[in-house]
């Protein structure tokens, strides 16, 4: 009856990965650095894993790969940003109704 809300780990971590599969990756950039990066998950179901760590650690491993790869969001990112460094800057995740989700 409550297996729906009771899935095993492996299950939410395969959500987590397909939410962040489906994200979309939104960088900052000023005066030629990154300064921050907004992630929007597409159905708000992310809230679903808040407290199940090992599902949040692998939405967020799925995220780092795609910022590394600059899969972002219908934004043109010039070749030269290669040089950009994404690291230490802060990723807020939205859900569909503009709530933060996530920050790390």
């Given at each position: 009856?409550?297996?729906?809300?009771?899935?095993?780990?492996?299950e939410q971590m395969a959500?987590?990965?397909?939410?962040?599969?489906?994200?979309?990756?939104?960088?900052?950039?000023?005066?030629?650095?990154?300064?921050?990066?907004?992630?929007?998950?597409p159905d708000g179901e992310?809230?679903?894993?808040?407290?199940?760590?090992?599902?949040?650690?692998?939405?967020?491993?799925?995220?780092?790969?795609?910022?590394?790869?600059?899969?972002?969001?219908?934004?043109?990112?010039?070749?030269?940003?290669?040089?950009?460094?994404?690291?230490?800057?802060?990723?807020?995740?939205?859900?569909?109704?503009?709530?933060?989700?996530?920050i790390w």
């Amino acid at each position: 009856m409550f297996k729906a809300f009771n899935l095993d780990i492996s299950e939410q971590m395969a959500s987590c990965q397909r939410l962040a599969e489906q994200a979309s990756i939104e960088p900052f950039i000023e005066q030629c650095r990154y300064v921050g990066f907004i992630i929007r998950v597409p159905d708000g179901e992310l809230e679903r894993y808040w407290r199940v760590t090992k599902a949040i650690s692998t939405f967020k491993q799925v995220i780092e790969r795609r910022i590394e790869a600059k899969d972002f969001t219908d934004l043109y990112i010039h070749p030269a940003s290669s040089e950009l460094d994404p690291c230490g800057v802060p990723r807020v995740v939205f859900d569909s109704k503009e709530r933060v989700v996530v920050i790390w």
